[in-house]
């Protein structure tokens, strides 16, 4: 996986777009100003869920469950652990911004380097409308259900700014599209779920293969 993530990507800012291979799954991410194209390694399955393992060719390691970041490696700030009480499962139905009921949450957190260990966040989930100023760039976000969460943070000079998440209900079963999450208020991320487009009649097979 490791290989064919560095031949998808091989460290430019402005690298051209990848020959991807139709037998992995791929995450558009911007990490650090850098759009990158990751490959989904394998699923860890836990009690809580499946938990998806990203690998980008730089060596960078991304680690989402239900598209919720709980795991990094590889990054100037890296979360080792992470461990949520109450987990809020997505909703099913489309509600219209606003309207939802506020959900809480709170998580448990694990940073390095510092060793920042059990540093805690209260999040308050919101529905908000599809905004005007993602990076989302293979679906349209009105087509999305969104959603912001808050987190209060001790201590306090812990606090994230807040986290974007676009929600597909299409299949019946929520599935997070898009998101946007910081590990640290320096190191902010996007995650897109990527669809290559269909290689054109002729054209050579992908990279990694």
Do not use: H
């Amino acid at each position: 996986m490791l290989d064919t993530a560095r031949a998808l990507y091989r460290g430019q800012s402005s690298a051209p777009p990848p020959t991807f291979n139709p037998n992995f799954a791929y995450l558009r991410a911007n990490i650090s100003g850098r759009t990158v194209y990751m490959v989904l390694g394998y699923l860890d399955q836990r009690p809580e869920g499946a938990v998806e393992v990203w690998y980008s060719g730089g060596g960078e390691v991304i680690r989402l469950l239900n598209g919720r970041l709980i795991g990094t490696t590889g990054l100037s700030t890296d979360w080792r652990a992470v461990r949520i009480a109450d987990w809020p499962a997505w909703p099913t139905t489309a509600s219209n911004a606003g309207s939802a009921p506020v959900q809480r949450y709170e998580r448990e957190r694990d940073v390095m380097p510092g060793y920042r260990f059990g540093i805690n966040d209260e999040i308050t989930r919101i529905s908000i409308p599809a905004p005007g100023d993602s990076a989302i760039a293979g679906t349209d976000p009105k087509s999305l259900q969104w959603y912001e969460e808050r987190s209060v943070s001790r201590p306090a000079n812990a606090s994230l700014p807040a986290a974007r998440f676009g929600i597909s209900n299409k299949t019946g079963t929520p599935v997070v599209i898009y998101s946007e999450q910081c590990i640290s208020n320096n190191l902010c991320m996007s995650f897109e779920r990527w669809t290559p487009p269909t290689p054109a009649a002729g054209a050579p097979a992908s990279a990694g293969t």
